[in-house]
């Protein structure tokens, strides 16, 4: 069955500087999705990418971020410049569009510890 | 010092039992709900989904229950099992886009 992949699994980096993490999302879909979860805490909606441009972004991805579909199979977000409060699991998702609702679904996630 | 996060919601049943997870939605406008679980160290895995046109949707043993008049969703797992034990989430889908609004999760422990 085809799924999201991503990498790293784990990812530590000194405050202030930058990340990418990676992402494959499944072959046929056109949608992409970063989410992230904080420890303990819900999983919130950064980023929408759909036809190599950016579709909705939440209030949590300010200038700091970016995203990228760099080939034909992945799919990046960056941060430029860590901070502390960035540590947390990033989920990568993919939706296809022609299915009557988008289920999104999700890679296993990148654990990012920021120190 | 004072912990930062949230205190999920327990439910913990015996092998065998049904269990019924619930969610109160906050949008009246959303139109489409999913159930996610996520199991330690996973992402959210797809269970089920519901649109907003329906009040129950059955799979294979899960079914999912909407009363839109009260926003509410519930889980019901028939037979639960020891590979249950997750956190599950319902998450929302408010009509105005592809973003998706996860509810604080329920921790599902399954006693052998």
């Known amino acids: 069955e085809p799924e999201v992949t991503q990498t790293p699994s784990h990812q530590v980096t000194q405050m202030g500087q930058e990340v990418i993490l990676r992402c494959v999302p499944i072959?046929?879909?056109?949608?992409f999705y970063w989410y992230r979860q904080i420890l303990g805490q819900k999983v919130e909606f950064l980023v929408s990418?759909?036809?190599?441009?950016?579709?909705?972004k939440s209030e949590i991805f300010d200038d700091q971020f970016s995203v990228e579909r760099p080939d034909g199979s992945n799919f990046t977000l960056k941060i430029r410049s860590t901070k502390l409060e960035d540590s947390a699991m990033y989920f990568c998702?993919?939706?296809?569009?022609?299915?009557?609702?988008?289920?999104?679904?999700f890679g296993p996630g990148t654990r990012l510890l920021v120190l | 010092g004072e912990s930062v996060g949230l205190h999920l919601p327990t439910l913990s049943v015996q092998e065998g039992d049904n269990s019924i997870i619930n969610c109160a939605y906050s949008?009246?406008?959303?139109?489409?709900f999913i159930w996610y679980k996520q199991e330690s160290g996973k992402g959210p895995q797809f269970i089920i989904d519901?649109?907003?046109?329906?009040d129950k949707r059955q799979g294979q043993r899960v079914t999912v229950l909407l009363n839109k008049t009260v926003k509410h969703l519930s889980l019901q797992i028939a037979a639960t099992q020891p590979g249950d034990s997750a956190v599950y989430f319902c998450?929302?889908?408010?009509?105005?886009?592809?973003?998706?609004?996860f509810g604080t999760g329920t921790s599902l422990t399954v006693i052998p």
């Open positions: 998702a993919s939706s296809d569009p022609t299915e009557i609702q988008e289920t999104q679904y």
């Open positions: 072959s046929n879909h056109l949608y």
């Open positions: 990418f759909y036809n190599n441009e950016i579709s909705e």
């Open positions: 949008n009246s406008a959303s139109d489409y």
């Open positions: 519901i649109r907003s046109n329906m």
């Open positions: 998450a929302e889908n408010r009509n105005t886009g592809n973003q998706f609004y």
